[in-house]
């Protein structure tokens, strides 16, 4: 899956909702915080990552690729 953003960056919390893999904000800071996010396959904490163009996040066995 592919996420298209048109800015320098987007955020892992915002990027976990654009994606549709999560309803609220709210839900993928606890998702972050409790270990559940992949970047660039590594666990991030961090809600506020920045993502750029070729960053890629896991969550829930789905892969998306910010293009």
């Known amino acids: 899956m ?7 960056f987007i955020k ?3 990027a ?7 309803n609220m904000g709210s839900d993928a800071k ?3 915080l409790d270990e559940k996010v992949k970047v660039n396959g590594e666990v ?7 993502l750029r163009a070729g960053d890629s996040f896991e ?6 690729t910010v293009t």
């Open 30 to 32: 606890a998702f972050i």
């Open 16 to 22: 976990l909702k654009f994606a549709g893999l999560v």
């Open 12 to 14: 892992l919390q915002q």
């Open 59 to 64: 969550f829930d066995g789905k892969r998306v």
């Open 44 to 50: 991030c904490t961090i809600r506020g990552k920045k």
């Open 2 to 8: 592919e996420i298209k953003i048109t800015t320098e």
